[in-house]
């Protein structure tokens, strides 16, 4: 079921121990991220050159980016597909892959020893490095997840001409979504495959990037569900749990 703008009425969350606990979390991680920008990575992590990734860098880039793929899958089941049923939950699905992926651009500054130097990925091209191809995936499917929610800005400011332009190449932004999700999210799993000695020989396998890919698609049509069932919740509108009960069986 579609929602209207003006259907959506916000519920008020109580000041409880939980979200007093979010924010002062908050607070501590903004305040741990400046203390990391004044005093350097190594200072703050104690990594080094031989050391250079940290248990978060699991967190942040291999588990969020992976929790955001429902947003190129939902659009393919949509929009490749041709299952409409499931169209009312592309929107916010597209919405929250946005969003983590702009959350993921961000953690990067925090992560990265020289954020400063970001930009040289654009410059300096080293096309045998995985995370070449996944710096360059991330960039651009950050702005095709833009331009495919930008609908809901163009219909809201009443912008006709964009809206029109926008929605004649619709199919062309999803099938370069679907491809460059495909791309970044097996090759995150690349990455772990050139580290034989780092990964315990039990867990090690050159089927990686399938799995990490394969993983997404679950882990991104999962998150969908706790994000509609959480945002119904929120804005008062009814659980599509007929819809999402089908999409659960593709986990």
Not at 85 to 101: D, H, N, Q, W
């Amino acid at each position: 079921m579609a929602v209207r703008l003006g259907e959506i009425h916000l519920r008020r969350y109580p000041l409880g121990p939980g979200m007093i606990l979010v924010w002062v979390l908050g607070a501590l991680g903004m305040g741990v991220a400046v203390y990391r920008w004044i005093v350097g990575l190594g200072a703050t992590t104690n990594l080094s050159d031989g050391r250079p990734w940290g248990l978060w860098i699991s967190f942040d880039m291999m588990s969020g980016i992976g929790l955001a793929a429902g947003a190129f899958t939902l659009a393919a089941i949509v929009y490749i597909f041709n299952l409409k049923k499931f169209y009312p939950i592309v929107r916010p699905t597209i919405l929250t892959g946005f969003i983590s992926y702009t959350l993921a651009a961000l953690t990067l500054l925090v992560d990265l020893s020289q954020p400063q130097r970001i930009w040289h990925l654009i410059i300096y091209w080293n096309v045998h490095s995985p995370l070449f191809e996944i710096g360059w995936c991330v960039m651009l499917y950050l702005t095709v997840l833009a331009l495919e929610f930008s609908p809901v800005v163009f219909e809201a400011l009443g912008w006709k001409v964009p809206l029109k332009i926008i929605r004649g190449i619709t199919i062309p932004l999803i099938i370069a979504g679907v491809t460059l999700s495909t791309m970044h999210q097996s090759t995150l799993g690349t990455m772990l495959t050139i580290l034989p000695d780092k990964i315990h020989p039990l867990f090690y396998s050159r089927l990686f990037p399938l799995y990490f890919y394969l993983t997404a698609i679950a882990a991104g049509l999962a998150m969908t569900v706790f994000e509609s069932y959480h945002s119904s919740r929120t804005y008062g509108y009814p659980f599509e749990i007929q819809m999402l009960s089908k999409l659960v069986r593709g986990i």
